[in-house]
């Protein structure tokens, strides 16, 4: 399994950016797909899941609820996260996360993820 991130960079704060991650080796459908930020300093928070197998279920860390948006595309085997009205407090290195058929209430566990992106850098300036 690799998940491959992208689309990171260095924004203003208000500004958009939408992070993609690919995703090959596994049967991506059947996959629960998490996004997650580490700041320097700081752990590794969630930000963002959806479940896989048509479950449909979809969380977000309160922190970006409203701002934030997941959503998966199966036949290309990618999860995007698409940031509006970014934060200067949004800056982290971005890491997508899989697991198969994750049950929802763990989907904001870090330790539930089995696969993992390289991370991407997000930078929002002021």
């Known amino acids: 399994v690799q998940l491959q991130a992208s689309g990171g960079g260095l924004v203003q704060a208000g500004d958009s950016l939408r992070l993609s991650c690919a995703a090959s080796g596994l049967t991506f459908s059947r996959y629960s797909m998490g996004w997650f930020r580490q700041a320097p300093g700081k752990e590794r928070e969630f930000v963002a899941a959806?479940?896989?197998?048509?479950?449909?279920?979809?969380k977000y860390a309160d922190s970006v609820k409203g701002r934030f948006t997941i959503s998966r595309d199966n036949a290309k085997n990618t999860v995007s996260l698409q940031m509006n009205s970014l934060k200067l407090e949004d800056t982290a290195v971005y890491y997508c996360?899989?697991?198969?058929?994750?049950?929802?209430?763990?989907?904001?566990?870090?330790?539930?993820?089995?696969?993992w992106g390289q991370g991407t850098q997000v930078t929002v300036s002021s």
């Open positions: 959806i479940s896989g197998s048509g479950r449909s279920a979809i």
């Open positions: 996360a899989g697991d198969r058929n994750l049950i929802v209430s763990s989907m904001a566990t870090p330790s539930q993820y089995d696969y």
